[in-house]
């Protein structure tokens, strides 16, 4: 029944190591975001797909980089994170015709 | 700029007790809006939506009206249970773009028996 999966659910890394979260969805929704969700903050849009085209955010750090290899899969890549880079990050997508975004459980990323 | 301003919580109330949660937005155009519920350790689910004015969206006993003169969607649920203890967030879509979504910064709701 799932149909926005996040793995892993829960993520530790070390400063500086670079790590990837995956998100995958059974819905074959034209759009999918990413979002960073600080402790206590709302969900904060760092960019998104729509089909194989990528558009990031004006503010988003260059340290977080995005794939979608096929419509299925998308991927967040933080190339070297930092403490400030702990946070749960949301993965939603959105049919192309609907207004409804569809999110994932999270992953939670923990920095030491 | 677009933007969405919440009631500060935590709100606790007992069991059965009247709902209220302020939501306030500015923006350009016309957005739809949203309630968004996130449970701990789960994502955001939608609650409830409404896309244009004097619209009144509900769910699981929840409503919200959209009202254009006051720029509000408070959010409203008679008798609350102990189950509807989560976070809630009021959203804003953008029309244009890729209709991301603008949220507050959040309500924690904690039900007591």
């Known amino acids: 029944d799932a149909m926005v999966i996040q793995n892993p659910r829960y993520q530790v890394t070390q400063f500086g190591k670079p790590v990837t979260l995956s998100c995958s969805q059974t819905?074959?929704?034209?759009?999918m975001y990413w979002y960073q969700q600080k402790s206590s903050q709302a969900p904060k849009l760092l960019f998104h797909?729509?089909?194989?085209?990528?558009?990031n955010e004006a503010d988003t750090p260059d340290n977080f980089q995005s794939r979608r290899p096929n419509t299925s899969f998308c991927f967040l890549d933080i190339r070297s994170p930092g403490l400030g880079d702990a946070a749960m990050y949301l993965c939603?997508?959105?049919?192309?015709?609907?207004?409804?975004?569809?999110f994932g459980p999270g992953t939670r990323l923990t920095v030491l | 700029g677009n933007s969405v301003t919440q009631m500060e919580g935590p709100v606790t109330l007992s069991e059965e007790a009247f709902l209220t949660i302020n939501c306030t937005y500015t923006?350009?155009?016309?957005?739809?809006l949203f309630w968004y519920v996130q449970y701990p350790g789960e994502g955001l689910q939608l609650l409830l939506k409404?896309?244009?004015?004097?619209d009144k969206g509900s769910n699981k006993g929840f409503e919200a009206t959209y009202r254009k003169e006051t720029t509000s969607f408070h959010l409203e649920k008679g008798s609350v249970q102990v189950s509807d203890s989560a976070v809630y967030f009021c959203a804003l879509r953008l029309i244009q773009g890729a209709q991301k979504l603008v949220f507050g910064q959040g309500t924690r709701l904690t039900i007591n028996p």
């Open positions: 819905l074959n929704h034209n759009v």
């Open positions: 409404a896309t244009k004015a004097d």
């Open positions: 939603a997508t959105r049919g192309a015709s609907t207004d409804t975004q569809y």
């Open positions: 923006a350009t155009g016309y957005p739809s």
């Open positions: 797909y729509y089909d194989k085209d990528f558009n």
